[in-house]
């Protein structure tokens, strides 16, 4: 397929369609959504429209490498979040403490990886 308008349009429902049908399971199962959603289900769709474009296997590893160091802070973001909010914290606020910490822990993870 040569037309970038119509691939863009294909890799925008087929992604959509998988977060849609993530977050309807977790609100049926949110133990059950929270485990596919931890899975790396949009790294692998990624990878996958990576792929489909023609991008280079050094360019896919550089991604994936980008995913490994947002695991650390993306990490603790969660832990934060679901420790704040198991505690009755007002959401937004939970939300942006664990923003600040994402963003600071990332700043470090990046200023050792460089």
């Given at each position: 397929?040569?037309?970038?308008?119509?691939?863009?349009?294909?890799?925008?429902?087929?992604?959509?369609?998988?977060?849609?049908?993530?977050?309807e399971?977790?609100?049926?199962?949110?133990?059950?959504?929270?485990?596919?959603?931890?899975?790396?289900?949009?790294?692998?769709?990624t990878?996958?429209?990576?792929?489909?474009?023609?991008?280079?296997?050094?360019?896919?590893?550089?991604?994936?490498?980008?995913?490994?160091?947002?695991?650390i802070?993306?990490?603790?973001?969660?832990?934060?979040?679901?420790?704040?909010?198991?505690?009755?914290?007002?959401?937004?606020?939970?939300?942006?403490?664990?923003?600040?910490?994402?963003?600071?822990?990332?700043?470090?993870?990046?200023a050792?990886?460089?």
């Amino acid at each position: 397929m040569s037309n970038p308008a119509v691939q863009l349009v294909i890799k925008m429902v087929v992604s959509g369609v998988f977060v849609g049908l993530i977050s309807e399971l977790a609100k049926r199962l949110p133990r059950v959504g929270g485990l596919l959603a931890a899975l790396p289900v949009i790294s692998l769709l990624t990878i996958f429209w990576l792929l489909v474009d023609q991008q280079t296997n050094t360019q896919i590893a550089h991604f994936i490498r980008g995913i490994l160091f947002g695991l650390i802070p993306t990490s603790l973001f969660l832990l934060l979040l679901m420790f704040l909010l198991e505690r009755n914290a007002q959401f937004g606020l939970a939300l942006a403490i664990s923003a600040v910490v994402l963003i600071a822990v990332w700043l470090v993870v990046r200023a050792i990886a460089s």
